[in-house]
């Protein structure tokens, strides 16, 4: 399927491959005259996004809020157990679809993660929460922050080159 969107054709995906978390997904479109979207897994890693599906903006809308769901669920959780293995606390976090940031930490220890992470290798998403898990001692990228990075990701510097190219991950339509 295809959408025009100024002047630029984005092909919505047959399949998603969520790399972080070693799944693959089938994804139907399913026309139905209610207006409202609805998402429903059809069976093990496929899913069906039903509604008036020649509204491809509302395809990749639904899309969105599905892997929004998903990354809350598995990022969350990704998030908490290296927060309790580093000992770097955080007060809460928000999954979100940032146009430029994989994360982000505020000064209140609120930690922002992409859904977009779900598609990277796991080692990248390792890297992105320990950098913002990092923040909660470290508001800036000193010296003392890089050093705090380095004690639990003495790969950061190669992860960091790595995320520089990071979005050739992702479906070109959430590119």
Same mark, same amino acid.
């Given at each position: 399927?295809?959408?025009?969107?100024?002047?630029?054709?984005?092909?919505?995906?047959?399949?998603?491959?969520?790399?972080?978390?070693?799944?693959?997904?089938?994804?139907?479109y399913i026309y139905s005259k209610q207006n409202?979207?609805?998402?429903?897994? %059809?069976?093990?890693? !496929? #899913?069906?996004?039903?509604?008036?599906? $020649?509204?491809?903006?509302?395809?990749?809308?639904? =899309?969105?809020?599905?892997?929004?769901?998903?990354?809350n669920r598995h990022l969350g959780a990704w998030?908490?157990?290296?927060?309790?293995?580093?000992?770097?606390?955080?007060?809460?976090?928000?999954?979100?679809?940032?146009?430029?940031?994989?994360?982000?930490?505020?000064?209140?220890?609120?930690?922002?993660?992409?859904?977009?992470?779900?598609?990277?290798?796991?080692?990248?998403?390792?890297? %992105?929460?320990?950098? !913002? #898990?990092?923040?909660?001692?470290?508001? $800036?990228?000193?010296?003392?922050?890089?050093?705090? =990075?380095?004690?639990?990701?003495?790969?950061?510097?190669?992860?960091?080159?790595?995320?520089?190219?990071?979005?050739?991950?992702?479906?070109?339509?959430?590119?």
């Amino acid at each position: 399927m295809l959408l025009r969107t100024e002047d630029i054709m984005i092909k919505l995906p047959s399949e998603l491959e969520l790399k972080s978390i070693h799944e693959t997904w089938k994804i139907n479109y399913i026309y139905s005259k209610q207006n409202r979207f609805t998402t429903k897994k %059809i069976a093990p890693y !496929e #899913l069906d996004i039903k509604g008036l599906t $020649n509204n491809h903006r509302k395809c990749l809308e639904t =899309l969105e809020q599905w892997l929004k769901r998903k990354a809350n669920r598995h990022l969350g959780a990704w998030l908490k157990a290296i927060s309790e293995d580093t000992e770097l606390h955080f007060h809460d976090y928000v999954i979100r679809g940032q146009k430029t940031l994989w994360g982000s930490c505020t000064e209140d220890k609120i930690i922002n993660l992409n859904f977009k992470l779900l598609f990277l290798p796991a080692p990248l998403v390792d890297h %992105i929460i320990l950098h !913002e #898990l990092c923040h909660t001692k470290e508001m $800036n990228h000193s010296q003392n922050f890089y050093q705090l =990075l380095s004690n639990f990701d003495s790969s950061y510097r190669q992860h960091n080159k790595i995320l520089k190219t990071a979005y050739k991950f992702l479906p070109n339509c959430f590119s």
